[in-house]
């Protein structure tokens, strides 16, 4: 039986027709660019009495899901126009009741996401248009009467008419025998597919629905669930009912071939695949009989299972969890608010930035090369006047415009000062030590020459005429010698008892001065926000854009990088430091970072998100974090830069944002030549590629007849016309306005008001009914939103199962309150981020994507085949041309198909090599060659520039004149139900490819040859899937949570939110790993806190707390960044090559083969220099690059975890790569005359640095070899290589194994504790038993078609579809034990031991309870060790005993002695217990300067927790905090002690009355008593040796002086030559 379904609909209510109002203004934009068979479709129509259509054509332009849906193409907007309004005569009576229940009750199910109305009035008849979306596209109806609300009612019922839902799977049936009837026999293959999987279907989960756009064609969506893989198949644009589900069903087997694995090409045989998805279910047995030695064990049982042991320290961790809970909900509580020490401007406070332009013919600063050059300077004014008072400025233009680099320069240029308006609270006079205050200071005058003199004199017979009779000769004697007073601002050091005065720290200079009469001197300072200058973060995508960003900029201003302009990016910063303000550039993940650690931005004045259009994950989720942050702060400015003109969803999200465009565009036409253009005929596989692109856009629904876009704003007139026309239509609108104007812009009217303002007023009536209807908005939550959420969180939880299973008992269906009822029992957030967003964009996959590497090889030889056809035209350039040759630039999607098309370019072979000059631009490369892709060819070449996506938007090659686009990239994406992360390639999309044209046009007319269609292009949706919507969401749930937020609300507030699937498993991942626990809302736990911190995944950051546990956190770091990717080469060519050398480190394991390699590659780089680790790189193809960047990865993410507390920092001396090279280029310097210069600058600027140490001892063998093999390494002959083959022999000879390896593939493991699979075989090239199937081994891993004892068990990182069928890469063989301690994400353990819901663990009872208690210790010395971090002092006596015990198991895995000293201390161990005075928190250090140095790295608010548990004074600035809490731990000696009986020339010890500390001297004269006081103490003059001024000589009380110990100084002199020696 069919339903039709609707949103739901209010009658005629102000919150609705503020609603319906704001449909017509959300996300203004101006229809596309007609063609002529546009103009003519429209000619026709008004001939045929078209008024109507033309009104409804402008409709659209003012409805933002109606616009973007009627962008598909022309067609649709045809039977748009021809659609014909429903009037009252068409229906019968009563319809107004019946569709307003209808769109209430189908509403609430769910099937459709988003209305939207929109009217005009012609005549006496309104004429209302609705737009209903679902999830399959979206209805439109029409209709027209004199009365408004029928209008509306009859538009919904011609819209209801369009909907058809099916929900048994009986009715599915039906549906599909009578398309089969119609002649559609494919039918046939769908029903025999629904008989086979008759067992697996979850038959309520079944649904069909059939929908009608425009009431002509047909639009259908069949879907199923089977074994918890939710199937899908939908139809395009159809002429009948028949053909749509016809059209749904094939693309619902399609899919369902894709999830099994079954290739495209295979027989029909649902039967044999019913089968295999019952076997991918099956259960797997792990057979554990070794676990240590029976003495072993017995130890281990000793140790973990006595239950007086277990219950004490089971105890003492819910004692420990509490306290922790309890501070980091102080932690977040302070986090969420801005200290109000800096008194941050927010709430009816107004903060100015007032701007001044600074003319062109002033700024000596910038060089005149780029002054008033670029299209960006035409916007300067705009940008400053926008900044003035709004808070965020969205900046629009196209790629080259100067937008990244000279924006912020105009930001930080024209700067003057920040004005406090509105309600601004009068500044008081507070005289704290740490606080700040203004102090004059007059500077002293002094005359120069004769007319200074005369001046002077002058100056003072005008002052004695105008002074006051009270002010006296003194005053203006004063005067005369000091001119009119400045104010400085400085921070308090001292106060005296009755606050008359005060010593100071001038914060320029941090000169001191005391005695500061406060009276005549002091006064209030400003807040801190009005003292602060221009302190602007520009975020980039890419690391290498953000340094080449800064790098140029500091080049516009003739300075380097470290004064005005700086950079911060992961593993290297170069820190801005300048009075007059700063611009710094970094990654978007430094600016999270920052929000994470600082939440209000403190320190931060404007933040500019550049490339937005990319919709990064990082860059959703710092928007979020960014809208908050202005709510709070009212002087923060925001600026959204993007290089496409689709700003329309950032004008939605953000309301009032001021919009900015740079006039743009390239600025020299550019010819488009496509892939079936003549050009291309005579290149082979050209047409191959044809004929395969043709096949996927038919697979993909992808040969209907497309359009390109192009978005842009409404202009200012349309706003006012839209403005204007509502509020004389609407009395309700019209009080709104006169509301808004009130408290925004003075009461002014509308035409007073700029278009941007008028913009925010109409975003703002789409909130005005919010809170009038809280019922309304809960019924918004669709059903199926709510039950794919109830059953994604019961499928992770046994304890929601069966707590599902007792509330569901007796009920057959379920309304959304019943879902929301059980949401709140169990303490959950529903899940809104459906309904926030109407479109989920999907990226169009790349037909060769099964088999990457045969199917990439085509495109690259059509890509050589065009450079070396092409790069002749640039050499035909005249000689005066300023231009020059210019340069090809190749888009490619990654590393390896760069790297292969590189190869090819500079092969012997190839007969064009000595006409092109290669240039890679990637991350994977080196900072100083990617600069070579600024720099100009040598005479009689070309520049081939190889680059990815960066050089769109991101890098800009200013000669490029030639872009060759293959249309592909690298995408991200996550299986949410199978937990798999992978990077596809996938078509780019039309805002990719218009981006890449837009880089040939530049400097001359150039040309773009794209690798693919027309057809394939207008094809291609205009923007890129958002990341949050295909990505792993488990680090974002995280960071939200650090923040005190609800993912399931916070991510809702997305532009376009996730999916409720991907929402809920990370959350549940979040709970497996005990990183937090989930609830309404979810809060976090110790270990949770420690990893938030970490830049890497939750459970990879859990695997680094282990290996810190087990103390080997060096190659634990190592081995989580090298991941999936290792080291070797990623050449496709030489793929079987890169094989055998893999092989020659490790043949069980590619992990370790990886690690292996690089930890070679550190010895030698370390020991002999990057010349000759580069040589061994080029041996054992190893990717050089990738190892210099791993290195400093890994010492940066190892500084990280030496932040967070739980590691000391003298576990990182000697790992930092930088220092190696600074030592290496230092002894080879020393060496002799070579070393002057260095290998031509490429070292030698490194090893200029006068901070290298001069101390490092290298042997002469190192020093030699570092010489060698810097001098010529490029020039070596064939004898050369030989005794490099000799060399490197030796050196490879041992390939050590890295200590503790099979600890370190268990704690990896842990990493991805899910992604297991069993071999049953002995051959590897068997297909093995994995959690998401039957799964074939990559050919690339080194344990592939090796013969290995069955059953094996094994590891991967990776999971894919190649050539049809699963497969799985990076492998690693695993031991029984390493599956049983580290494997699994959930171990179910009340009756059989089971990992997953497929692993059971067969073993005896005794081992599997050893087992048991080995996990938990695991779990529970993670928490302990987190907990420790915050000095807790009991935590850190259990970390100790964890270290020792992890100490133990390591020896007994890896088979060693057990060590007895280690054995004893754990027997002997015991919980501590506090004594009653004893405090919780305890002193990180046994010094007081190791305990600063510790506290200083910790966030102010963090010390104020410490200190309120010390119940101590929390107040004062972060350096009084630190200060306090070590006078705590470390209180100054006792200054008086007995009375000093010594004399002359006795050595002793003495305070000195300086600072009151004490000082070793010599008596020098003792004092004669006192005349007036011969009773008083003795005093003495003692002599202290200064370093810095010579000796120094103070009156000293005999009780402040002691008797220094003669041989004192001897043994402080012996000690310190040990600590040198050692």
Request: charged share 30%.
């Amino acid at each position: 039986m069919a339903v039709a379904a609707a949103p739901e609909i209010q009658r005629s209510s102000k919150a609705e027709r503020s609603r319906g109002a704001a449909a017509l203004g959300l996300g203004l934009c101006t229809m596309l660019t007609r063609t002529s068979r546009r103009k003519s479709k429209m000619a026709r129509h008004e001939a045929a009495g078209g008024v109507v259509a033309n009104r409804l054509e402008q409709i659209a332009t003012t409805n933002p899901f109606l616009e973007r849906f009627l962008q598909n193409n022309v067609s649709v907007m045809d039977q748009y126009l021809a659609m014909e309004a429903g009037r009252a005569g068409d229906f019968e009576e009563g319809v107004g009741k019946k569709v307003t229940n209808r769109l209430k009750r189908n509403m609430k199910q769910g099937h459709v996401l988003n209305r939207s109305f929109s009217h005009f009035v012609e005549g006496a008849d309104t004429h209302m248009i609705v737009t209903l979306n679902t999830d399959i596209g979206m209805i439109v109806g029409y209709g027209a009467d004199e009365a408004v609300q029928t209008s509306r009612e009859l538009a919904v019922a011609q819209a209801l008419g369009r909907l058809e839902m099916f929900h048994q799977l009986s009715e599915v049936s039906e549906a599909l025998s009578k398309a089969k009837e119609a002649g559609h026999e494919h039918c046939e293959q769908v029903e025999e597919t629904f008989e086979a999987f008759s067992d697996s279907i979850d038959k309520s989960s079944c649904r069909m629905k059939i929908i009608q756009p425009f009431g002509t064609t047909y639009k259908s969506m069949l879907q199923c669930n089977l074994k918890g893989m939710l199937i899908q198949g939908r139809s395009a644009d159809c002429e009948t009912k028949e053909e749509a589900i016809a059209a749904a069903g094939e693309d619902f087997v399609r899919k369902l071939r894709s999830s099994l694995g079954v290739n495209a090409d295979a027989d029909f045989a649902p039967a044999a695949w019913a089968e295999s998805l019952k076997a991918q279910a099956s259960q797997e047995d792990l057979d554990l009989t070794w676990f240590g030695s029976e003495e072993d064990q017995e130890i281990l049982r000793d140790l973990l299972c006595k239950a007086e042991d277990r219950k004490a320290m089971e105890k003492a961790l819910e004692s420990a969890r509490a306290r922790q809970g309890k501070r980091l909900r102080m932690l977040e509580s302070m986090n969420d608010e801005p200290d109000e020490e800096l008194g941050m401007p927010s709430g009816k406070q107004v903060a100015r930035r007032v701007y001044e332009v600074t003319p062109l013919e002033e700024e000596e600063w910038r060089r005149d090369e780029v002054k008033g050059k670029l299209p960006a300077e035409k916007i300067r004014k705009d940008i400053s006047e926008a900044l003035e008072l709004h808070q965020c400025v969205i900046v629009s233009g196209g790629t080259g415009s100067g937008k990244s680099t000279q924006i912020p320069q105009y930001i930080l240029d024209d700067f003057r000062e920040w004005k406090a308006e509105g309600e601004v609270p009068e500044l008081e006079l507070k005289l704290e030590v740490g606080g700040t205050v203004e102090v004059s200071y007059a500077e002293e005058i002094k005359p120069e020459g004769e007319e200074g003199e005369e001046g002077e004199e002058g100056a003072e017979e005008k002052q004695e005429e105008e002074k006051a009779e009270e002010e006296g000769e003194e005053e203006e004697e004063r005067e005369k010698v000091y001119g009119p007073p400045e104010w400085y601002t400085c921070e308090i050091l001292e106060v005296n008892e009755d606050g008359t005065q005060i010593g100071v720290k001038y914060h320029e200079g941090e000169d001191e001065e005391w005695e500061v009469d406060v009276a005549e001197r002091v006064r209030p300072a400003p807040p801190y926000w009005m003292r602060q200058k221009p302190s602007i973060l520009v975020t980039q995508p890419r690391r290498l854009a953000a340094t080449a960003l800064a790098e140029r900029v500091s080049y516009e201003r003739f300075a380097e990088p470290g004064g005005e302009i700086g950079y911060a990016v992961r593993g290297d910063s170069v820190r801005a430091n300048c009075d007059t303000g700063t611009i710094t550039y970094c990654t978007t993940g430094v600016l999270l970072k920052r929000l994470i650690s600082n939440p209000m931005l403190i320190g931060l004045n404007v933040v500019i998100l550049d490339e937005v259009h990319d919709r990064g994950l990082m860059t959703d989720f710092a928007l979020i974090l960014l809208k908050g942050v202005m709510e709070k702060r009212n002087d923060l400015r925001v600026v959204l830069m993007s290089a496409t003109l689709d700003v329309t969803t950032f004008v939605n999200y953000l309301p009032g944002a001021k919009v900015v465009e740079v006039p743009s565009g390239t600025r020299f036409p550019v010819e488009e030549i496509h892939l079936e253009d003549e050009f291309f005929e005579s290149i082979n596989q050209s047409k191959r590629l044809l004929a395969q692109e043709a096949e996927n856009r038919k697979q993909e629904g992808l040969d209907r007849e497309g359009k390109e876009h192009d978005f842009a704003l409404a202009s200012e007139e349309e706003v006012r016309q839209k403005v204007a026309s509502l509020l004389e239509a609407d009395e309700d609108i019209s009080a709104l306005w006169t509301s808004h104007s009130e408290k925004f812009y003075s009461g002014r009217a509308p035409d007073d008001v700029d278009a941007d303002d008028l913009r925010f007023f109409l975003t703002k009536m789409g909130d005005a009914g919010k809170e009038d209807d809280e019922e309304e908005a809960s019924d918004q939550i669709s059903l199926e939103m709510l039950k794919a959420q109830v059953t994604e969180m019961t499928s992770y939880s046994d304890v929601l199962q069966v707590a599902w299973k007792a509330f569901s008992e007796g009920k057959d269906e379920f309304t959304n309150k019943d879902y929301l009822d059980f949401l709140e029992q169990q303490n959950f957030t529903p899940f809104q981020g459906g309904r926030a967003s109407w479109e989920m964009i999907e990226s169009v996959p790349w037909w060769g994507a099964e088999n990457p590497r045969n199917n990439m090889r085509p495109i690259l030889d059509v890509a050589e085949a065009t450079i070396c056809s092409v790069y002749s035209e640039l050499l035909e350039v005249q000689e005066d041309d300023e231009v020059g040759v210019g340069s090809i630039l190749v888009f490619l999607p990654g590393w390896a198909e760069i790297s292969e098309l590189a190869n090819r370019l500079e092969a012997q072979t190839n007969e064009h090599a000595e006409k092109l000059w290669v240039v890679k631009v990637h991350s994977s490369v080196d900072k100083e060659e990617q600069k070579q892709a600024f720099e100009p060819a040598d005479e009689g070449k070309v520049k081939v520039v190889l680059s990815t996506t960066i050089a769109e938007s991101s890098v800009t090659i200013n000669d490029a004149r030639i872009v060759i686009d293959t249309g592909l990239i690298r995408e991200a994406t996550y299986d949410a139900q199978q937990r798999l992360s992978a990077m596809d390639t996938v078509w780019a999309c039309q805002s990719n490819a218009v981006q890449r044209k837009g880089r040939a046009g530049r400097v001359r007319s150039g040309k773009v040859y794209r690798l693919y269609s027309r057809e394939l292009f207008k094809a291609l949706p205009w923007r890129p899937a958002p990341e949050m919507q295909r990505c792993n969401l488990a680090g974002t749930c995280l960071q939200t949570i650090s923040l005190g937020r609800d993912p399931r609300v916070f991510l809702a507030m997305a532009p376009d939110p996730p999916q409720v699937q991907a929402m809920e498993a990370a959350m549940a991942e979040l709970t497996a790993i005990d990183a937090i626990e989930d609830g309404a809302p979810p809060l976090m736990t110790p270990l949770g806190s420690m990893i938030s911190r970490f830049p890497l995944q939750p459970m990879y950051g859990r695997a680094l707390v282990l290996g810190t546990l087990f103390d080997i956190p060096e190659t634990t770091a190592a081995l989580i960044l090298l991941g999936d990717r290792g080291v070797f080469s990623a050449s496709i060519e030489r793929a079987n090559d890169v094989l055998e050398k893999k092989k020659s480190f490790c043949t069980y394991s590619d992990g370790l083969a990886s690690l292996r390699a690089f930890m070679e590659f550190e010895k030698i780089y370390r020991e002999r220099g990057w010349a000759t680790a580069e040589r061994w790189c080029e041996h054992f193809m190893v990717n050089y690059y990738r190892c210099v960047q791993l290195s400093k990865q890994k010492y940066q993410l190892l500084l990280d975890v030496q932040r967070s507390g739980i590691l000391d920092a003298a576990e990182l001396e000697g790992m930092d790569p930088n220092q190696w090279f600074a030592e290496n280029m230092e002894n080879w310097g020393e060496e002799g005359e070579e070393g002057e210069e260095g290998e031509e600058g490429e070292g030698g600027e490194e090893g200029e640095g006068e901070e290298a140490s001069e101390e490092v001892e290298v042997s002469e063998e190192v020093v030699e070899s570092f010489q060698e093999s810097s001098g010529g390494m490029f020039e070596a002959g064939e004898d050369a290589q030989v005794s490099d083959e000799e060399w490197i022999a030796e050196v490879h000879k041992d390939n050590e194994e890295v200590p503790n390896e099979a600890l370190l593939i268990g704690i990896f493991t842990s990493a991805d504790p899910q992604n297991l699979a069993k071999l049953s075989g002995s051959n590897t090239s068997e297909m093995l038993a994995t959690s998401a199937g039957q799964a074939a081994m990559a050919s690339r891993s080194v344990n592939a078609r090796e013969t290995v004892e069955a059953p094996s068990w094994w590891h991967y990182c990776d999971q894919r579809m190649i050539t049809g069928r699963s497969q799985i890469s990076a492998v690693s063989q695993l031991q029984p034990w390493q599956v049983a301690v580290f494997g699994g994400l959930r171990a179910r353990e009340e009756e059989d031991f089971q990992l997953d819901g497929w692993i059971n663990l067969k073993s005896t009872p005794e081992l599997t309870g050893l087992v048991k208690a080995v996990r938990k210790e695991v779990m529970d010395a993670i928490t302990w060790l987190a907990i420790a971090a915050y000095s807790d002092k009991i935590a850190t006596g259990m970390v100790a005993r964890s270290k020792g015990l992890f100490g133990l198991l390591g020896q007994i895995f890896m088979k060693e002695e057990v060590d007895q000293e280690n054995l004893d201390f754990l027997k002997s161990w015991k919980v501590h217990e506090l004594a009653e005075d004893e405090e919780i928190i305890e002193c990180p250090g046994e010094e007081r300067q190791e305990v600063f140095d510790v506290l200083r790295t910790k966030q102010k608010n963090a010390l104020k927790v410490m200190l309120q548990e010390l119940s101590l004074d929390m107040t004062g600035t972060k350096w009084t905090l630190v200060d306090r809490l070590c006078t705590h731990w470390f209180p100054p000696p006792e200054l008086d002690v007995e009375a000093f009986e010594g004399g002359v020339g006795d050595t002793v010890d003495a305070v000195c009355p300086d600072d009151d500390v004490w000082y070793p001297g010599v008596i020098e004269s003792i004092k004669e008593p006192d005349p007036e006081d011969p009773d008083g103490p003795q005093m003495f003059v003692v002599k202290w040796d200064d370093p810095d001024g010579g000796p120094e000589f103070h009156d000293v009380v005999c009780t402040r002086i002691s008797p220094r110990d003669p041989n004192a100084e001897e043994e402080e002199e012996e000690q310190g030559e040990e600590e040198e020696a050692e």
